[in-house]
């Protein structure tokens, strides 16, 4: 997405160790409140799921 999209820059509030509630998304997203997910693939791949998208995890963090 990174040619489609700017970064995005979001406020992050834990509501556990993986899920987050994610604001600051701008006019990108309609609702005040987004879900954002860290996770990973079954081959042991970092991953981040913005909403309902999946992306690769870039950042060590």
Known sequence: M???SPP???DL???SA???AATGAGP???EDWMPVVF???VDGTPCCYIGMR???R???H
């Open 58 to 60: 870039t950042s060590p």
């Open 18 to 20: 993986t899920v987050f």
């Open 39 to 41: 996770a990973a693939l």
């Open 2 to 4: 990174r040619d489609f």
């Open 28 to 30: 990108s997203f309609s």
């Open 13 to 15: 509030t834990p509501l």
């Open 54 to 56: 999946r992306a690769p």
């Open 8 to 10: 995005l820059e979001l």
